[in-house]
């Protein structure tokens, strides 16, 4: 066997490489071990949200309180309502009263609202129509991106802070069931 200029023996270039890949191997089985030995739940828990926005703000809904998102074609206003309540329209061939979320809890506005689609939120017993300016979509939202916030807003109790395209931006995160016991709305009717 020969030896380069330090002394070290030369290896076959075969055995060379069954080496190499013997070492690549043992990393990529090791690093495969560390990963799965990961607790997968510490910070991996997420949260799914139906997101959209309206007068500038993000507002996320929790998916399983989400019974239908329409785009509007008509909305019928109702004489002398509330602010907060757009009117009623027609989602699957039944009738959603339409609240305008932001009025509603009493954030500020943030310029002109064009309203083009409902995303219907139910806590179970009473469905209730949100006024979107655009769906948003479907997002998992990290926990420990999420925070009860020190005052809550009415019925948006939570925020979560995230990156889309790479900016942050934060979300309101609307509580279905605190809507529905604001007296506002009333009580179901039998």
């Known amino acids: 066997m020969t030896s380069d200029r330090r002394g070290v023996p030369d290896v076959p270039e075969g055995e060379r490489q069954e080496r190499r890949a ?6 990529l089985r090791d690093r495969a071990a560390v990963l799965a030995a990961r607790d997968d739940s510490e910070g991996r828990e997420t949260e799914e949200l139906a997101t959209f926005c309206i007068d500038g703000y993000i507002i996320g809904v929790p998916v399983g309180q989400v019974t239908q998102a329409a785009t509007l074609s008509h909305i019928t206003e109702i004489p002398g309502g509330p602010p907060w309540l757009i009117g009623l329209t027609t989602v699957e061939s039944g009738l959603v009263s339409l609240l305008h979320l932001p009025i509603f809890v009493g954030l500020p506005r943030r310029g002109i609202t064009d309203l083009v689609a409902t995303l219907v939120a139910s806590n179970g017993e009473r469905s209730i129509g949100l006024g979107t300016d655009q769906l948003l979509g479907i997002e998992d939202v990290l ?4 925070s009860t916030m020190p005052a809550p807003i009415g ?18 995160l609307l509580d279905v069931n605190a809507l529905f016991s604001d007296p506002r709305l009333g009580r179901e009717r039998r």
């Open 22 to 27: 013997g070492h690549i191997d043992r990393v």
């Open 143 to 146: 926990q420990k991106d999420i």
């Open 155 to 172: 019925a948006i109790t939570r925020v979560a802070t995230t990156t889309r395209n790479g900016k942050p931006r934060e979300l309101l």
